[in-house]
């Protein structure tokens, strides 16, 4: 049964802690990428990956890091430098290639900072 | 800069009805755009994509209609039931670059019974 899983579901940070998110895809997809939903923001792009070890930058990576060592596995660290984590934040990923495709997002994960 | 402008934030209608979500975009080279479909405390799922070389396409209930010149394309959800209830985000992505889509930022639609 292919898809995209994210784990865990719901975490909870304290203030200064590092978190990483785990997404992990078993539909042999190049490219993955990280999104943060809020409220009436839509889908922001954070990291995006196209390639085993290579990543780029997206619209608000700071405070974020990322790791591509596996084409299946794409993990996001939230870090203590980003000032306001609390969100949703999904991982989805896609084929490669020369046209537009399909995004195939994971089920998310809600990370609340205490 | 908002490149792709969505409304209304939320819309509200009653079973049966026609609910009719737009958006607008600025950057010409936008060759392709879906509509993704969110459920609450899910991930969003394509729901059709339309190119610019169509004016209309249509799947089931759905419809997306595109007018190239004004740079404006809508969803239209016909006979609106309380299962469609979710939020809907138009997207638009250039071919030939990364073909990451720049999303609307999301229409909260509610059909009551």
């Not at chain 1, 306001?84 to 537009?100: E, H, K």
């Not at chain 2, 879906?34 to 209930?61: C, H, M, N, T």
Request: charged share 20%.
């Amino acid at each position: 049964d292919g898809g995209i899983t994210q784990s865990p579901k719901y975490l909870f940070r304290k203030e200064g802690q590092n978190v990483t998110l785990s997404c992990e895809q078993n539909l042999n997809h190049d490219a993955m990428y990280w999104y943060r939903q809020d409220p009436g923001q839509g889908l922001r792009l954070i990291y995006y990956s196209q390639i085993v070890n290579d990543f780029q930058k997206g619209d608000i990576a700071e405070g974020y890091s990322v790791s591509r060592e596996k084409k299946e596995s794409f993990p996001l660290t939230v870090t203590s430098a980003q000032k306001n984590p609390t969100a949703f934040y999904l991982c989805a990923s896609s084929l490669a290639g020369d046209r537009p495709v399909e995004q195939f997002f994971g089920p998310g994960t809600r990370l609340t900072v205490l | 800069q908002q490149q792709v402008k969505q409304s209304p934030q939320s819309l509200i209608v009653q079973k049966g009805g026609i609910s009719i979500i737009n958006c607008a975009y600025e950057n010409t080279a936008f060759d392709y755009f879906p509509w993704y479909q969110q459920f609450p405390g899910k991930g969003p799922a394509l729901l059709i994509a339309i190119r610019p070389d169509v004016s209309e396409k249509k799947e089931g209930r759905f419809t997306i209609s595109f007018n190239k010149s004004a740079k404006q394309f809508s969803l239209h959800i016909m006979d609106s039931q309380p299962g469609d209830s979710a939020t809907y985000f138009c997207a638009a992505t250039i071919s030939g670059g990364s073909y990451i889509p720049t999303f609307g930022r999301g229409t909260s639609l509610i059909v009551h019974p």
